[in-house]
């Protein structure tokens, strides 16, 4: 019998939480044993072939391209997890929700004390994914079975779910991995 | 218990419980090391009622307050029943998503009895839709700020400012969503508040916190990091 498939998915993040993914550190050994890695940012393989037991999402939607691969991952895999606190409140990349998304680009562009562009252009490539009006959780795009809080989740956070999932248990935390922050 | 004359004896989760006439659910309940959930409340303050995190249903037909409700003699208290925990729940998760709290770089966090309560109950994500409303930060007062951003408008320091620093310095204004904290000047820097104040320490979230002495606690040793909050209450029961 072929080992399940798991998928995981950097979205407007960080990279925190996949760091956190490889922090399980030689329990990695244990997991390859149980499961195989599908799409993903760490073994670099781009497009879904075969179906998903477990997709894990970091980061939150912050272009039309997140909104793309999240529903991606919703279509390909049994159990969507969000990963981390961008996944499940949007995080830091929601700050900017708070300011026009013009205002944004200005400043990151044009107006910002560092910048450099006598052209005044904000990227406007076709090939860049545009950008939402406001960064939005994972949970208020597709339908999420699991939500792991953190920034990043400890690698504990992950273990524990990962496993419970393997083992056909629901992720039920103890309280000390149960962290906002 | 010592019997009382007076004493009142009630029912909390189908155990007996006595408390004196005039205690709240909450006062008797605490005094008999059973925790109430609650973020407006506050010791020696008035309380305010708002949150209704305390809510609890009283002989299987009405719930109310916990903190505001009087006990009477006889009375049958529902505080841990699926219906009574789901309807909490749902109240701390509209806090998170009616609000900006950004626990990974909030100087409170490990601290905070909102992010608390949440832990306790086992919320991983609202269910709710986030409204990332805009707010003020005001940082003019040389010792503390006011992040509304964070504010759950207890109004723990509203009262307290009032009742035991004797000055008015915060009130609310608006309805509805537009409700907010209002300081009683242009800026925080105009009114009366000093560090030293009960009200600059009776914020259960990060929205008036000082401004030195940041992330002063390690993780690992601050308030929330190893007990649940309210699980102190819930060791008197032991005694």
Not at chain 2, 203 to 217: E, Q
């Amino acid at each position: 019998m072929s080992k399940p498939k798991v998928a995981t998915a950097a979205l407007s993040g960080c990279f925190g939480c996949h760091m956190s993914i490889l922090d399980i550190d030689e329990r990695i050994l244990d997991l390859i044993e149980v499961v195989d890695f599908h799409k993903s940012p760490i073994n670099d393989i781009k497009t879904f072939t075969e179906r998903c037991a477990i997709g894990i999402i970091e980061g939150g939607c912050c272009n039309e391209e997140n909104v793309a691969v999240l529903q991606d991952f919703r279509k390909n895999c049994d159990i969507l997890i969000s990963f981390g606190d961008c996944a499940t409140m949007g995080g830091v990349p929601a700050l900017r929700n708070g300011i026009p998304l013009k205002e944004c680009l200005d400043e990151a562009y044009i107006d910002g004390p560092t910048v450099h562009n006598p052209n005044k252009v904000v990227p406007n490539d076709r090939e860049l994914p545009l950008l939402l009006n406001k960064v939005r959780p994972c949970q208020e795009i597709v339908k999420i079975d699991y939500s792991l809080p953190g920034c990043p989740p400890s690698a504990d956070t992950l273990w524990e779910a990962l496993n419970a999932l393997l083992a056909d248990k629901p992720v039920d935390l103890p309280y000390e991995l149960i962290k906002f922050d | 218990m010592e019997q009382n004359l007076e004493a009142i004896t009630f029912t909390i989760d189908g155990v007996e419980v006595q408390g004196m006439p005039g205690q709240t659910i909450l006062e008797a309940a605490e005094e008999a090391g059973i925790y109430v959930p609650r973020l407006c409340q506050l010791k020696g303050i008035t309380p305010h009622g708002s949150c209704r995190v305390c809510t609890v249903k009283v002989g299987g037909s009405w719930t109310c307050a916990a903190c505001t409700q009087p006990i009477y003699e006889g009375m049958e208290v529902d505080n841990s029943s699926e219906e009574i925990q789901t309807l909490r729940k749902d109240l701390v998760e509209m806090l998170f998503t009616e609000g900006n709290h950004y626990c990974m770089f909030c100087d409170k966090s490990g601290n905070c009895e909102l992010q608390a309560m949440a832990y306790r109950m086992g919320i991983m994500a609202p269910k709710y839709p986030y409204i990332y409303p805009e707010a003020e930060l005001d940082a003019s007062h040389p010792d503390l700020f006011i992040d509304r951003n964070r504010c759950i408008l207890c109004a723990r320091c509203v009262n307290t400012a009032q009742e035991q620093d004797g000055k008015s310095v915060f009130d609310f204004a608006g309805r509805g969503p537009h409700k907010k904290i209002i300081v009683n000047g242009e800026k925080l820097s105009d009114t009366q508040l000093a560090a030293a104040d009960k009200a600059a320490d009776a914020c259960p979230v990060g929205a008036i916190l000082p401004k030195k002495g940041a992330y002063a606690k390690p993780v690992g040793a601050r308030d929330y990091d190893d007990a649940p909050i309210g699980s102190d209450i819930e060791a008197k029961v032991c005694k």
